[in-house]
């Protein structure tokens, strides 16, 4: 599905009319599992971010377990109309995956339009957005998962200690510097900026959720927060604009100043009042310098100003912040004082055998050498035939199944599929291996549910034939259902393991 430009873009962005042009042109994300002729790998841009691109909702299902409950990661749990799951792809690669509800966008041009504006965006302070999917009305977004939380969490639910004030700093610049690349992009809104939306990577380093830059829906509300932490003019015109983005900017650099969800206008009173030590975090116990928080609330106060021209813009808040760094050498997970994530290591699998290893690779051309080179030596004892079955029409069948084989042997695959049709409807034998043979067939001419149909017809024939298993599994690999295919490759190596184990034992 292209990325079309829609004629509601101008209606809700009026910022961007001036782009129009440029988006209808852009081109459409190809699918990340997809390879045509002469294809080559997707790209890799800078710190190992793929592409953009699109998602089968088979795969996102299977990467989340079915969209289990026990991998939502959104802030309100299961109650949340949109909810985020974090995911494991085929490759161990760890997603976020953003579920829409099925009514929120009804347009799928224009969803597809939307993600694919936000998936071109790149930096090293957001958590990017890397692919979509929209199928049927199915609405997903997939970004980089951040495997250290929120700064809610770190910041309102810590255990063991409470952030510092230089990585609070450092909090406020990196969630300043990745505003000012998305305004220098072009997408200079931001939905819902809150505590939830600035997480962590593996090193500790804080980055901005790449989905607050798309709405919950096409007319959805664009804050799901307390209305007192809601910039007043979207409480007037229910529009969100750059300058409401540094409202909600505001109401972050609270948070890391008093570690606390403080109403802006509760906290403009304290300003006001120049009682800045009562508005600071007790934790800190008092390990901050009074020259760098007086700073910091005089930005607060000018971001939370009622009236939007009053307000800093996106350069100004780097331009205040970024002169307040303190230990540039210190890393971020030692002061956020948790331990630095090590990927650990896949659990240890059995070894594939070649057959295992063909198809873990979906390499149809190593398979069919294999089942040529068996031939048919797994079907022994799966027929048991009387002298009268052995009439004309049982030669005529063998007849089909040779001329089968040999069309097989020559990869004449649609041949090859006509003669072993022609002996499976007869009836009178059933061989697991030609059903085999018929299922790689269909692979081979891009037919993998009649694929899938003939490797389960060789399991009922065979229950304890690991051939059988081995393809389905890639039968289901093509038809993006990867769990299920890892799952029967699994099968299929323990048939093969009791195999050998039986064979040793006699």
């Keep these: ?23 209808q042109q852009q081109p459409e994300p190809r699918n990340h599992n997809q390879a045509g002729p002469g294809a080559v790998p997707d790209p890799v841009v800078a710190n ?17 377990d079915n969209f289990s409950s026990d991998n939502i990661v959104s802030e309100s749990g299961e109650k949340a109309p949109n909810l985020v799951y974090k995911g494991r792809l085929q490759n161990r690669k760890w997603i976020a995956v953003k579920k829409f509800s099925k009514t929120a966008w009804p347009d799928s041009k224009q969803f597809v339009e939307e993600a694919c504006g936000v998936g071109k965006l790149r930096h090293r302070r957001l958590a990017n957005l890397i692919g979509y999917c ?28 409470t952030i510092e004030w230089a990585m609070r700093l450092r909090v406020a610049t990196c969630i300043a510097e990745a505003l000012d690349y998305c305004s220098t992009e072009g997408h200079p809104l931001y939905h819902d900026l809150n505590a939830y939306r600035v997480l962590f ?114 350069k100004d808040l780097v331009a205040t912040l970024a002169p307040l760094q303190t230990k540039p050498d210190v890393p971020s997970y030692v002061m956020l004082g948790i331990s630095k994530y090590v990927e650990a290591p896949p ?12 198809c873990s690779r979906l390499d149809l051309t190593a398979i069919h050498q294999i089942l ?40 004449d ?33 891009d037919q993998p549910d009649a694929a ?32 299920d295919a890892a799952d029967m490759l699994n099968e299929a190596t323990g048939l093969e393991d009791k195999k050998q184990r039986v064979g040793k034992g006699s």
Aim: charged share 25%; with cysteine; aromatic share 10%.
């Design 1 to 23: 599905m292209g990325c079309c430009q829609s004629s509601f873009l101008a209606e809700t962005h009026p910022e961007k009319d001036q782009r129009q042009q440029q988006q």
């Design 48 to 64: 190992g971010v793929p592409s953009f691109s699109e998602f089968s909702f088979a795969e996102l299902k299977a990467a989340t």
């Design 134 to 161: 929209c199928d049927g009305d199915e609405r997903l977004l997939v970004a980089e998962y951040m495997i250290n939380d929120t700064l809610s969490k770190h910041l309102f639910h810590w255990e063991n200690q």
């Design 201 to 314: 990577d593996e090193d500790g380093d804080p980055r901005l959720s790449c989905f607050g830059l798309m709405k919950n829906s096409r007319d959805g509300k664009s804050y799901s927060t307390n209305l007192a932490y809601t910039p007043p003019e979207y409480l007037r015109n229910g529009r969100v604009t750059p300058e409401s983005v540094i409202y909600s900017f505001g109401t972050v650099i609270l948070d890391l100043l008093s570690g606390k969800h403080i109403p802006p206008s509760h906290a403009l009173d304290m300003i006001r009042t120049k009682n800045i030590t009562l508005l600071m975090e007790s934790h800190l116990e008092g390990k901050f310098s009074m020259e760098e928080a007086t700073v910091v609330v005089g930005l607060a106060s000018q971001c939370l100003q009622y009236e939007p021209r009053e307000r800093p813009n996106v």
């Design 347 to 358: 659990t240890p699998q059995r070894p594939l055998s070649p057959m295992g290893e063909a």
């Design 372 to 411: 040529v080179m068996n031939h048919y030596k797994d079907d022994e004892g799966t027929n048991e035939l009387s002298f009268q079955e052995w009439t004309q029409q049982m030669r005529d069948m063998l007849e089909a199944r040779k001329r089968g084989d040999y069309a097989f042997r020559d990869k």
């Design 413 to 445: 695959f649609k041949t090859a599929i006509d003669c072993y049709s022609q002996f499976i409807d007869v009836g009178t034998m059933v061989s697991p291996t030609v059903f085999a043979r018929r299922s790689l067939c269909y692979l081979f001419c």
């Design 452 to 483: 899938l149909a003939d490797a389960m017809q060789a399991q009922i024939v065979n229950p304890e034939w690991a051939t059988a298993f081995h393809m389905q599994s890639v039968a289901l690999a093509k038809l993006d259902m990867h769990k």
